[in-house]
């Protein structure tokens, strides 16, 4: 008897498709009621604030609402492109972003790799909780402590530089212009990079042993085995979580460059969420905080689309 190719196999009828539709909904019923409260939760808090995204087509008065509020058209993205500090924006939020990637990528990769060769169970979760605990920490506890341990006065980093001569006064971190960045970098990196260890363990954990015993037989050791059979394997996984980073390049966090900025480094840690938070809350300018975040959005979205564009044409995988 003749076989119908897979391609040209006649689709089941409609009144079939729903049968089978709502089979599957009355067999995993249980799990599509555990999943109501999260849709429920999503719609009120991520979708709904949604509408009010027209605020950055209207000069928003708070007395009149959104439906009394007079509409400008693009008011406020013209006023946001002329702003004089754009540039300074644009530069202390990418450069942040970038430099969280590229290190705390590098960082996350790096300390999985070492944890995954770790023969000493103990040891390896040892490590491991000790250094995804900070990512649990509030960032005001964890700005607070570092503007503690990094204190001109009493700070212990200017003391233990001090007693072995490497500078003659203590350093005030926070101060320098040129540091900020840096030290914006390193600590994000240090609050998070156990955390995201974890996933590249996880996805460690799927590599095929066997791959390791042949590599063994024809003598490779650790080192060999990393670079040619584990990065490998996590590849894609990287890719992926690169992807996902790169739409966020415009956000460089507002937690930091707020909690370790001053005055002193304002050109430094200004950043577009510090920005919007002091126009929005700080001066009350609703309708052009809300412009500057939907050109971010916009921003993120494209960024999005074209780097998981160029996975793709690389042979990688994609999110989209």
């Avoid at 000069?59 to 959104?66: E, F, L, M, R, S």
């Avoid at 670079?227 to 992807?243: A, D, E, G, K, S």
């Amino acid at each position: 008897m003749n076989q119908i190719p897979g391609g040209l196999a006649p689709s089941a009828p409609p009144m079939q498709q729903r049968s089978r539709a709502w089979r599957t909904i009355k067999k995993q019923r249980i799990l599509l009621l555990f999943c109501v409260p999260f849709a429920i939760w999503a719609a009120i808090f991520c979708y709904a604030p949604i509408w009010g995204w027209i605020m950055a087509f209207q000069d928003y008065n708070a007395g009149k609402g959104v439906t009394g509020s007079p509409w400008v058209g693009l008011k406020h993205f013209r006023a946001f492109f002329q702003e004089e500090m754009l540039v300074t924006l644009l530069r202390n939020t990418i450069a942040i972003s970038v430099m969280n990637i590229v290190v705390g990528t590098f960082g996350a990769v790096t300390l999985a790799l070492l944890l995954n060769e770790v023969k000493g169970v103990f040891f390896k979760r040892t490590v491991q909780t000790v250094s995804y605990l900070p990512y649990f920490i509030s960032y005001v506890v964890v700005a607070n402590l570092f503007l503690t341990l990094l204190s001109p006065s009493d700070g212990t980093v200017n003391r233990i530089l001090l007693k072995l001569g490497i500078i003659d006064e203590p350093i005030f971190f926070f101060a320098e212009p040129h540091l900020f960045w840096f030290l914006v970098v390193f600590i994000n990196v240090w609050k998070s990079i156990g955390w995201d260890a974890i996933i590249y363990i996880a996805a460690m954990s799927a590599v095929d042993t066997e791959l390791y015993d042949a590599a063994s037989v024809d003598g490779a050791g650790r080192w060999r085995k990393m670079w040619h059979i584990t990065l490998p394997c996590i590849r894609p996984t990287i890719v992926v979580l690169l992807i996902l980073s790169a739409s966020g390049i415009l956000n460089a966090g507002f937690d930091p460059s707020y909690l370790l900025g001053n005055p002193m480094v304002y050109d430094y840690s200004e950043v577009i969420d510090t920005y919007v938070y002091r126009m929005g809350l700080g001066n009350a300018m609703y309708s052009y905080a809300t412009a500057i975040g939907l050109f971010r959005l916009v921003v993120s979205l494209i960024i999005l689309y074209i780097v998981n564009r160029i996975a793709k044409r690389l042979g990688e995988e994609n999110v989209l």
